[in-house]
């Protein structure tokens, strides 16, 4: 505590308290001493004038105690009981029986405990001390007297009685008290007197101090052509000139920063423009000869040719995309972007992304997809190609580095106030991954997992750096998650507004009371799929085995509660979809039973497989899954929903895979 009570307090106030504390001590300890010696010295004074009082007493006390007369002693007794202190006499014979005994009128005191006879009492002594008052004992002997130079022989004195006198201590103690007193006011008044005197040192020589303190903390503040007055003691003058001269350096430094920062500000824009410029004069002439490679493309050529063309197209859109990262990165380091602030629809602009680059992940066998949480609102506001621009780089670079598996996007809310959303994505994959050194580092500009990624994979490395500050500018965050081996995931947050505001239409099922039994080894898949058929009234049940889908369909004939329809996706893991839509078929006890078969290949079929009610490529989404649905039933149920089903409304969950 009084380690922080000095770093908390100036070194003004930290002087004065230690110079009064130091003060007022020195001064009550002298009072103290003084008064304990004054004390000292008043008690022998007291004690000694006791004996001679005792001694007299006991000189005149000798014809009483001869003659046991105590008249005879009656005037001297009552002359030592004159005395201010003497509170009590008593004469006594040599067995200590009481002859006289004289108390102070109005004088009640403490019983003393009788003294025993003393022979060997020559002299007054003290005999007893209490609290409040003092007894003294002298012993009355005959013979006392000078000896007459006529006796022959040597006369001894006879012990005749004692004498007992009892002092009071008030005198005493008054005048210790006021001792006390006047030692304590005398000693704290040349205390007060000299704080006073030091108070007025302390600031003439603090005065300095303060000044040249309130002077860095100008300095600090960012004020310059400041200088300290040399003043006061020695010492601080020299910090004065110290400051001084550091405050002369400090400006040199600082306009020779000022001016090497408005260079390199300088050339900054001016490489930035230069980027910008050079990148859009190069993309016109590319796109047209990325225009007459596609056209060329489409020419009947040798498989040679063909080759030579598709390495040109790629390289040429490789060439492309660099372009057009280098082209934000140098808007966005000349601070030339602007957000926009539009209503759009989420799903659909995820639904747009999934379809650009869902022949990238077909190609690799890829399985991709989204979901929407049930409170995210279908319409936001905010600026939808820069989110497209994010979206697209998380998930192309999800599909890249993925070779076998699945990528899945998930957006969540959470409710920022009244006016504002926090949307939540998250790009989650089952790729290469990531260790966590390279975690740090990948939204720096040009980073790549290792030195290989760029000569297998491709890419600059920019596209992290231009999402990570693109996210930024929408108020959000962006991280990533990985372990080797392990897949990754990239999640970001996007601060926004809710769209217009749409009247409340209760939800509605448009298809409602079919069971359908769906069969697809994607996650993603099943997901979509479960949620888009319950949230329009049927009831369904998913798995990824062909085995279970028979077992699952003789149950229900079983319980006479038979699934209408089995969706099965013919990228499951066990190959047999096209083997399970004939045996359905070929099933008399299944023939109401519709079979709706999903494939990656982005068109439908020209024929259908054997066994197959119906067909729909992969991406999917919910109106063609819907539309494909709605094909299966009878005419005239086809007819009545139709006539009933209102448009979903805003708001319910979605999602989608391919």
Partial sequence: MLHDYFRRTGFRSQLTVIVTSAILALALFSSLINSWESSRRMRAYLIEQGQHIAE???????????????????????????FPDV???????????????????????KPFQRPQPDATLIHAKLGQETDDAWRFDAAVQDGQAAASPYDLDERKPKLLGYVHIVLSKDTMKRMVISLLIGNLVITLSFAIILLGVIRLLTRHLIRPLNNLSGLMGRAEAGESGMRATPEGPRDIIEMALAFNQMMIVLEQREAELKQSRDQALHMALMKAQFAATVSHEVRTPLNGVIGMLDVVKEMPLTPPQQECIEVARSSAHTLMDLINNVLDFSKMEARKVELEEIDFDLRKL?????????????????????????????????DSHRLRQVLLNLIGNAVKFTEHGEVAVRVSCNADSDERINLRFEVSDTGIGMDQDTARHVFESFAQADRSTTRKYGGTGLGLTISKQLVELMGGEIGVTSQPGQGTTFWLTILCKPGELQPFVPVQRSLPGLRVLVMAE??????????????????????????EVLLELGRAEQNHTPYFLVIMDLSASDGQGADLARHIRSDATLSATRVLLLDRYGAPRSELPVGADGYLGKPLRLNRLLDAIRHLLPDDETRSIAATSPTMPAGSTTAAGT
């Fill in 350 to 382: 995820l639904e747009e992304v999934i379809e650009l680059l869902a022949d990238q992940a077909q190609q690799k066998g890829l399985e991709l997809g989204y979901l929407l949480s049930p409170d995210v609102p279908d319409r936001i506001k905010g």
């Fill in 522 to 547: 994607s996650e993603i898949v099943r997901s979509f799929l479960s949620q888009s058929l319950t949230d329009h009234g049927m009831s369904s049940r998913t798995t990824d085995s062909s085995a």
């Fill in 87 to 109: 509170l009590q006499v008593e004469i006594t014979d040599a067995a200590n029986k009481v002859l006289l005994s004289e108390t102070k009128t109005a004088t009640i005191l």
């Fill in 56 to 82: 007299n007493l006991a000189r005149q006390s000798i014809l009483a105690l001869l003659y046991h007369s105590p008249d005879n002693a009656r005037e001297a007794v009552a002359t030592t009981l004159a």
